[in-house]
């Protein structure tokens, strides 16, 4: 059985490299994305188990990615864990009320977000 396949998607090359790392470690396949029209194309292609999407991409931002998402009917039920430096309330409510399974707030340590990915995703299940 394949390991469950992860979304990344973040403008960031360091966060990527990092969440990448972390998840690799702990079993999961990687696929990222450097904004959102890449999330949504790698997506439609590679069919996840999970995203892990930053809010502030350039384009298409982590938000609007989450918004349509939850709104096509074949991706609904992929959980989608919110990674961003956006810790307003109103932005983490908004993301919560859209679908989103999780929300941390950078900086992050890697080590929960593998756990909390774990929770949604666990290695064995596809």
Known sequence: MAAPLVLVADDDNITRSIVEMKLKSRGYRIVT????DQALHLIEIERPGL?????????????????RLKGDPELAAMPVVMLTARKLEQDIVRALDTGAADYLVKPFIPEELASRIARLL?????
Request: charged share 25%; no cysteine.
């Open 51 to 67: 995203a892990v999407l930053d809010a502030m991409m350039p384009g298409v931002d982590g938000f609007e990615v989450l918004r």
């Open 122 to 126: 666990p290695i064995g299940r596809v």
């Open 33 to 36: 994305a450097v904004d959102g």
